[in-house]
Antibody
């Protein structure tokens, strides 16, 4: 059974940093692109970032470009999101998401077939 | 790139619900659909315009024509009440884009 467990969410002041982690199990983590998707309170879904299976292909939403960095450790079956210069607009639940297609770049990694339960990030003074 | 969905759709149990998603150059994209019930993570219900993942009831179907993709739910049940989001990859911005979401009330 595919399992994705996010951690690292917290209440943080504007301008500070936070690092999210996602622990994966139940599938060959090293073969799949992974993504972060967030959902602000009462809002819709927003893709934040994606990273291919071999880290050769990655992308960011314009809203986080230059502030957030995605990375992965295939040996540890983990995905990370380093978030710097946080603003109140970054307040959201952050989901770790697995792509359907094996060994693909993020543009062709297909639908998001498994989601974690998310971790809550609140940016407030 | 904006994917436009009607904010809400309301249907009676047993009827058919159609949820639409509009965007530019849709014929160049494949569309995926997600269902999100309150307090839960989204679940993939339709991939590549019309494919139904394992475990998703046959009542769920999808289509994509012109500038509009449609998620159709036949014989709607109370358990189908949820928010539904469409999604595409936008090559113009090199980003995944989600639709604005449709709340289905049963």
């Amino acid at each position: 059974e595919v399992q994705l467990g996010e951690s690292g969410g917290a209440l943080v002041q504007p301008g500070r940093s936070l690092r999210l982690s996602c622990a994966a199990s139940g599938f060959l983590f090293e073969d799949y692109a992974m993504h972060w998707v967030r959902q602000g309170p009462g809002k819709g879904l927003e893709w934040v970032s994606g990273l291919s299976w071999n880290s050769d292909s990655l992308g960011y939403a314009d809203s986080v470009k230059g502030r957030f960095t995605v990375s992965r450790d295939n040996a540890k079956k983990s995905l990370y999101l380093q978030m710097n210069s946080l603003t109140t607009e970054d307040t959201a639940r952050y989901y770790c998401v697995k792509s359907k297609e094996m060994r693909s770049g993020i543009a062709v990694s297909g639908p998001f077939d498994h989601w974690g339960q998310g971790t809550l990030v609140t940016v407030s003074s | 790139y904006v994917l436009t969905q009607s904010p809400s759709v309301s249907v009676a149990p047993g009827q058919t619900a159609s949820i639409t998603c509009g965007g530019r150059h849709f014929e160049r994209n494949t569309v995926h659909w997600y269902q999100q019930t309150p307090g839960q993570a989204p679940v993939l219900v339709i991939s590549y315009d019309s494919d139904r993942p394992s475990g998703i009831p046959e009542r769920f179907s999808g289509s994509n024509s012109g500038n509009t993709a449609t998620l159709t739910i036949s014989r709607v049940e109370a358990g189908d009440e949820a928010d539904y989001f469409c999604q595409v990859w936008d090559s113009g911005s090199d980003a995944y884009v989600f639709g604005t979401g449709t709340k289905l009330s049963v």
